[in-house]
């Protein structure tokens, strides 16, 4: 028990994702003919305003590039396991998971930083190459900011995992994950930074959508790469995410364990 | 029986027309039952439709969204003014909205390829490719054609534009001619998932993804790519050059005036291509079995 289950759950979502080898291709292809369309939408707003959000123009041309390697590992507009999870929940299934000796949460958690490990493989560096090879990316040149990243990216896909794992649990009382899960996902869309940077969302808004914890899926993990936080920035940066890691996890085991009560109510 | 049928095929089969023409009136019908069905089975459910089509209209305001926050930055965007963009916007969002509705349901081919369920389709006696694209019809894409119309309707109010009876014309041209594009388009990527039935989201690149490109001037895009999208895959006649006809622009390219008003035409041709796609499709499916 312990660390070397969670770890056989986090290979079996690893593995049970790469089965699906088209569809992965298909993805990828479609990441990179949006991440061409925004690359050219940016090099005009940028030669208009040069700097625009702190960003130069092969600044902004990565960020774009890392939005599309990140949108499936981060599962920015949902997805990855919350359909399973809610369909359980509205059969009943999900009694069978709580009687099992595993705990819940952390269960679904491994199956999907496994599920993210080979998205970020598999649909994340390949268009990153192509955009690489078709524009001119700001790369980190040290192998420390390319950790840093990594390290961002995790806790990120955290962050994006506790979101979709209360989305999820709405199914006890809603019974049905689609009203939820639109709104995790319009959410996901705009406060995520993957439309255009939240560095140019202006005032009052742009202080509250970096607040949020959607920033944590890509707007710090891409101001990491672009090495925008250095020294104590940098720690910051991992603590606002580890924050709302923390903060979400915490909540969905509260959620978790005031919906199993009411299961047990219900006679399971 | 069995003569009664022998008899009719007997009197369609020598004039092929008819047969055509019998099989799409067919088709039309079949699927505007499916569709009835749908419809009556989603306003059971009032206000899980209300949230829907509103989350559908809010999910693509946010594209808009996102312009309106360039514009807070810039006055210009590849040498096109917001209500210019707007006009570029309206007409694509609107023209992809309609065939969306019509036709979006078809990106599910693939998973009835994958789990068998395509062959109840087959046997019954209505053309697949109605049952296909009425399958699940959904009435919250509404949402997303009254987003189109408002940005539409916001640009043409703004712009001052020198109105002739053609330029009228072209609005409504522009916008019919566009959905059938795009719906070609639904066609050949549902015909595409025959061969390759976990490739739905290559489909994407050209459904949403072209719709992405399009709410753009072409002036944004390098030569190569607006080559592509005007003679590859003809995504340019949806709006960019009818709106460039509107706002007495010049073309990309260097393209001749008259292209405007090409629409039809283009729409005509990729609905020959997507149908005999489509019916390659069908006939080289083989049924998983289960």
């Given amino acids: ?268 | 029986m069995a003569e009664v049928t022998e008899v009719s095929r007997a009197v369609e089969v020598p004039d092929a027309v008819f047969v055509e023409r019998s099989r799409l009136v067919e088709g039309v019908r079949a699927y505007g039952l499916i569709v009835a069905m749908w419809l009556r089975s989603t306003m059971a459910y009032r206000a899980s439709f209300a949230m829907t089509a509103f989350g559908n209209f809010a999910a693509t305001g946010f594209d808009f969204v996102a312009i309106l926050l360039m514009f807070a930055h810039v006055d210009e965007l590849g040498g096109y003014t917001l209500p210019e963009i707007a006009l570029l916007y309206g007409a694509s969002g609107t023209a992809f909205g309609l065939a969306d509705l019509v036709l979006g349901s078809m990106d599910r081919l693939g998973r009835r390829v994958r789990d068998g369920t395509l062959d109840t389709l087959l046997v019954r006696p209505v053309p697949v490719l109605a049952q296909v694209a009425a399958d699940r019809f959904a009435l919250r894409r509404l949402g997303r054609i009254t987003q189109g119309l408002l940005v539409l309707g916001y640009g043409l109010a703004v712009l001052d534009i020198a109105w002739t009876p053609l330029k009228v014309v072209m609005i409504p041209l522009m916008l019919l001619s566009g959905a059938a594009i795009f719906g070609a388009v639904f066609v050949g990527g549902a015909a595409f998932q025959f061969f390759a039935q976990d490739a739905a989201e290559v489909q994407n690149s050209f459904t949403y993804g072209g719709n992405t490109l399009l709410q753009y001037p072409p002036t944004v895009f390098a030569k190569d790519l607006v080559r592509g999208v005007t003679f590859v895959v003809p995504l340019a006649f949806v709006n960019w050059l009818p709106t460039l006809y509107v706002l007495g622009r010049e073309y990309p390219l260097g393209l001749p005036e008259w292209v405007a008003f090409l629409p039809p035409v283009v729409a005509g041709v990729c609905w020959g291509l997507a149908g005999a796609a489509w019916r390659a499709g069908l006939r080289s499916y083989r049924s998983t079995g289960n």
């Fill in chain 1, 1 to 268: 028990m312990g660390m070397r289950l969670y770890a056989v759950v986090a290979a079996g979502g690893f593995r049970r994702h790469a089965t699906y080898r088209i569809a992965t291709a298909a993805g990828v292809f479609t990441n990179t003919v949006f991440g061409f369309i925004l690359a050219y939408t940016y090099t005009a707003l940028w030669d208009e305003r040069p700097q625009l959000g702190g960003y130069d123009l092969s600044q902004a041309l990565t960020y774009v590039w890392l939005g599309q390697a990140l949108l499936a590992t981060s599962a920015m507009m949902g997805g990855g396991f919350e359909d399973e999870l809610v369909e359980r929940i509205r059969t009943g299934d999900v009694a069978v998971d709580l009687y099992r000796p595993v705990d819940l949460q952390l269960w679904w958690l491994a199956g999907d930083l496994g599920r993210a490990a080979f998205q970020l493989l598999a649909r994340g560096v390949v268009p990153m190459l192509l955009g690489a090879l078709a524009f001119p990316l700001a790369l980190p040149g040290s192998p420390g900011v390319w950790l840093a990243f990594l390290v961002s990216v995790t806790l990120g896909v955290v962050v994006s995992f506790a979101l979709r794992y209360l989305v999820a649990l709405s199914a006890f009382w809603l019974m049905d994950g689609a009203g939820a899960a639109q709104i995790a996902f319009l959410a996901g869309l705009f406060f995520s930074g993957l439309l255009l940077p939240l560095t140019l969302f202006p005032g009052v808004l742009g202080e509250v959508a970096r607040a949020l914890p959607w920033s944590a899926l890509l707007q710090v993990p891409a101001d990491v790469f672009l090495g925008k936080h250095a020294g104590w920035g940098l720690v910051e940066a991992f603590a606002f995410q580890g924050g709302w890691a923390l903060a979400l996890l915490l909540a969905g085991r509260l959620v978790q364990s005031v919906a199993t009560r009411r299961v047990v109510v219900q006679g399971g």
